[in-house]
């Protein structure tokens, strides 16, 4: 893992790519995990504390690893309107997890998200990188199911 | 027969309803039918109509014919009967409400979208790409593009709408070197997606559109910032940039004169606070995204303390036209103080959804009853509309002859904002649609100033109690101030803004706000806690809909029956009041 971090900080060497570092790490592992931080913080001088400012404050980060899935329920307007908080909520109900959590067997992690930019078909969920437009709770269960 | 194309769209919403296994399958079929190298295939970006897989087959013999909703078992059939006998297979053809949807509006943002392939720079140069930037460059001074552009009376498409070559003006009268181009592909907004689709259809229109800036106000360098969400657009974003500096419109000495210009592209890495423009320029600078105090602008003091522009996609996109049609020509279209035409997001409870772009001054009836239309479901009545994002407000069905442009919704107390148009029927929960933007805001606020960060929480904590049916009357009324107190005193747009949906919502629909706190009712059967789940037979029409929707098998229904809830098994996860067309389901 020290492997990776270092050649990644080998290839950002401006101050200004702090995020494109932890972006890139993110890449390469899934998360971005304490060791990495470390890592980060003793070649670039910038302090943990730093790094974690910033880590918290992107939504797009993560610190514990993900499920081998992971499952984006969209939570914007459209989304809202016609039924996505409901599917949200299903899911939370069936894999007895929270936003942002893992499955027991580490098959899926489900989080919310704020608008995919694919209102026309609300709601929508991201599997990985494929988008699943117009769904609601039973299509939902039949595509879990798919990846099973 | 020869020369016949074939287009298959291929932008996020067609790749979602199988897009690429259509491709695959005429690929197959033309070779299998040996016809191949007499067709010419092609992988378009998203035209905005979202439905299904669109194709085109333009033959010589048939002209241009649409066809909507294929799957890969279809075509075969296409590729027999159209492609190699040049006859028109009706059964597919796209319906009327495809062309109702196409025909109200004037494209200039959207031309190329669904039309040319993004991932290849030919398609744009032979629809005369970057002939603007040729023009700028050897025919005019910066000063004549910025010119130009104020003639067009161009206002920023983002949300705020100051007028674009004013903005060029005061970045281009600062003495400090260097100077950056910034483009806002932060397309924060729940609710708005033209950015995503002109990425992903017709991108370089915005590296174009950069590079005019980029003359315009003399700076050699610019940055592209978008959001992480969006992995097609940045895919294809990267494909353009790497194509355009191969054949010399981007990069040292563009087109043999001694302008260069560069473009990166960075990925934001999801904060909604990153649209606002102190706080993308933060996150580009690797910091949090936290918004300043203005002024300085970024005009002044931007990117790494130097003179910035900002620009939104959809505003750098209309650049390219403006420079070859002139800016009369642009200034000509739309309302005395909103010109040109504008992309509207069309979503929600509407018939047709997707991108509509039209002359500003159409007013929202004709948009909504036009291209979108009318109504999802013709049981229900469509009752207001929700436009500008968490930033706007909601407008009610008796002012939709409100023409849509910068100033006039502001009257009516929402914003055009950057287009995003929800449109929301009887269905839909006026208080609950406050609560979940109050939610959308007080998440993403960045904490900064005290206002935002607390006085949105605090709202949100009302609106919680009043959808949860323990709201008291007091409560609006220290609703109503919060939201004064936070308009008045949060540091950027984010905080200023987030009070409109509760206020218009206040404004137009107080009555529901009544009904929960007073009859402990949710007019909309949308809020949980006040819902009973009980079936109502007098307009129950034993359809058994709620039934298959069930994922708890908590309904009995049998045909020619009313349905029944069992209570114990009910898990509210309202899926059956999704499912009713009658709304049936108290």
């Given amino acids: 893992m020290i492997e990776v971090v270092s050649e990644i900080l080998e290839n950002y060497k401006d101050s200004g790519s702090l995020i494109k570092i932890l972006q890139e790490i993110q890449n390469n592992l899934g998360y971005v995990p304490k060791e990495a931080v470390d890592e980060v913080s003793m070649k670039t001088g910038i302090s943990p504390s730093q790094i974690y400012g910033i880590l918290t404050f992107y939504s797009q980060f993560r610190l514990t690893p993900p499920g081998k899935y992971t499952l984006k329920v969209c939570l914007g307007t459209a989304c809202h309107i016609m039924g996505g908080h409901e599917i949200f909520e299903h899911l939370k109900r069936k894999f007895g997890i929270m936003d942002n959590e893992t499955t027991e067997d580490g098959l899926f992690t489900l989080t919310k998200v704020r608008c995919l930019g694919c209102c026309g078909m609300a709601p929508v969920i991201m599997v990985d990188d494929k988008i699943y437009g117009r769904i609601d709770i039973s299509k939902t269960e039949r595509l879990i199911d798919d990846f099973k | ?586």
Wanted: net charge neutral.
């Fill in chain 2, 1 to 586: 027969m020869s020369d016949v194309k074939i287009m298959v769209c291929h932008g996020t919403s067609g790749l979602s309803a199988g897009a690429s296994e259509v491709y695959k399958k005429f690929e197959e079929e033309l070779d299998r039918q040996g016809l191949l190298d007499s067709c010419e295939l092609i992988k378009t970006g998203d035209r905005g109509y979202f439905r299904d897989v669109l194709v085109d087959i333009i033959h010589p013999d048939t002209g241009r014919v649409t066809y909507q909703n294929i799957k890969p078992k279809i075509v075969p059939e296409l590729v027999e009967r159209h492609v190699k006998n040049g006859e028109i297979v009706k059964k597919y053809s796209a319906k009327k409400a495809y062309q109702d949807f196409f025909a109200g509006q004037k494209r200039i943002v959207l031309r190329r979208c669904g039309e040319i392939d993004p991932e290849n720079i030919e398609f744009y140069l032979k629809d005369g790409g970057y002939k603007a930037l040729e023009r700028v460059l050897t025919q005019m001074r910066p000063e004549e593009v910025i010119e130009e552009i104020k003639k067009s009376g161009l206002r920023g498409r983002g949300g705020a709408g100051f007028p674009t070559g004013i903005k060029w003006e005061l970045c281009r009268a600062q003495k400090a070197q260097p100077k950056y181009v910034i483009c806002n592909a932060d397309e924060g907004d729940p609710g708005a997606f033209m950015d995503r689709s002109v990425l992903e259809g017709d991108p370089h229109a915005v590296l174009e559109g950069m590079a005019i800036a980029g003359y315009a106000i003399g700076s050699n360098e610019g940055y592209i910032y978008c959001r992480a969400e969006y992995p097609l657009a940045i895919k294809r974003l990267k494909i353009a940039i790497s194509q355009a500096k191969e054949r010399g419109f981007i990069g040292e000495d563009i087109l043999g004169t001694d302008f260069s210009f560069d473009i990166k592209l960075t990925e934001g890495a999801g904060a909604f606070v990153c649209g606002e423009e102190t706080a993308l320029i933060a996150s580009i600078e690797g910091k949090r995204g936290m918004p300043r105090p203005r002024p300085p602008y970024p005009a002044q003091k931007g990117l790494w303390g130097k003179p910035t522009i900002i620009n939104n996609v959809e505003t750098l996109a209309n650049v390219p036209t403006i420079i070859l049609k002139g800016g009369e020509w642009y200034a000509s279209i739309g309302t005395e103080k909103s010109k040109g035409t504008k992309v509207f997001a069309l979503a929600g409870k509407v018939r047709n959804t997707g991108l509509v772009e039209v002359p500003l001054g159409t007013t929202i009836r004709e948009l909504l009853y036009g291209p979108g239309g009318g109504p999802a479901k013709k049981m229900r009545k469509i009752k207001a509309i929700q436009i500008g994002g968490p930033s706007g407000g909601c407008i009610p069905e008796n002012l939709f002859d409100t023409p849509i442009d910068f100033d006039s919704l502001v009257g009516a107390g929402a914003i055009m904002g950057s287009g995003g148009l929800i449109v929301l029927d009887d269905s839909t929960c006026m208080v609950d649609l406050a609560r979940f933007f109050l939610s959308f805001t007080s998440d993403e606020s960045c904490g900064k100033c005290f206002p935002c960060r607390l006085g949105l929480k605090k709202m949100l904590e009302i609106l919680n109690k009043i959808v949860s049916g323990n709201g008291e009357l007091k409560d609006v009324e220290y609703l109503e101030n919060l939201a004064k107190s936070v308009m008045d005193t949060a540091l950027c747009g984010l905080g200023k803004t987030a009070p409109n949906p509760v206020l218009t919502t206040l404004k137009y629909f107080r009555d529901e706000y009544e009904a929960h706190i007073l009859e402990k009712r949710c007019p909309a059967n949308q809020c949980v806690a006040l819902l009973k789940f009980e079936i109502d037979e007098e307009k129950c029409t034993k359809c058994g809909s709620c039934f298959k929707a069930c994922p708890e098998n908590a309904i009995i229904w049998e045909k020619g029956e009313y349905a029944k809830i069992i209570k114990e098994k009910c898990i509210k996860c309202k899926a059956c009041i999704e499912a009713c067309d009658f709304m049936a389901i108290e």
